[in-house]
């Protein structure tokens, strides 16, 4: 029989009611006992990193979390995350970037109503990821969610309601669960073993744009982080008014060693800088990189990864363009095999 570690981290589908609200009350170990099912499928073994709203989830919970597989990697065939489905993909890009080409299934869970409620998605939740956790097919850090596996760097929460909360960005999905049977329409590629990388340089901050946004919210993000992703509109740029305040801002930015990332509010089909006039000079002239296809969170994740790699501006570059779990499609063809850029293994 399989081994699966479970662990907890809260979220709602370990939450009970209280009188302001649903606050995470349950261990793993608890909310697991609701889906006897899962016995029958393998022996589970359960930790608790935390037990807390996602909302509250930081970098340093994404290293907890990394550490646990970490420390019980070789005694368990796969490994369960519940988890809380706000910032649940910000974790599944964190993990995907922190144990990079895991063999075995790391699977994300969560739910959008409490396991104790009569009407609830948490049962079939876990028990689909449960049954990917133990299949083994799909191997690496994945989001099951409404049937559906998502690869890690590639989901993202569409519905604040509905039990199908997830969507797989510019990627398809994986596979499907249905009635308890995986069916894997792609395997992502794994290393024999994974690597596991323990830092991230979390002063990492976003700014979006609005029109007429001031450059003072640029210049405080800056001033604050080592690197600042500007959420930008369309296939991308920044505004030209203000006497091209925002190039100035970026320009003196990058001289002092920051990295600037451009992306885009569209969801679908990613930035592309060099089209529009507004985005071209950013990246000819002021070293200015790009999300291209990459999720908002997983290009946040794989900044403050990158980042705690190296502050060399070529070196980041390099990291932030190589692919590393199936994240970025449309890398610039110079990095797309380049070797010299050693990454830091603990
Ligand atoms: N606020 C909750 C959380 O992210 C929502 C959920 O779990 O669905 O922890």
Redo the contacts with the bound molecule.
Sequence with gaps: MKRILMIGT????ASGDTEAGLAPALDSAAFLRYVPAVEALCRVETRQVCNI???NMTPAHWLDIARAIRESYDDFDGFVISH????MAYTAAALSFLIQGSPKPIVLT???KPISMDVTDSKTNLLDSFTVACDGRIPGVTVVFGGAVILGTRARKTYSKSFGAFSSINYPVLGVVRDGVLVPYITPAARPAPLFCDSLDARVSLVKLIPGVSPAMLSFALDHSDGVLIESFGVGGVPAGDGGQFYDLIRTAVARGKTVVVTTQVQNEGSDLAVYNVGHRLKSDLGVLESYDMTLEAAVAKLMWALAQSKDRDAVRVLFYSPVAGEILAAPEDVKNKTDIKIIKT
């Design positions: 809260g979220g709602t589908i709203d996602s909302t809380g489905t706000d910032t969560g739910s959008q």
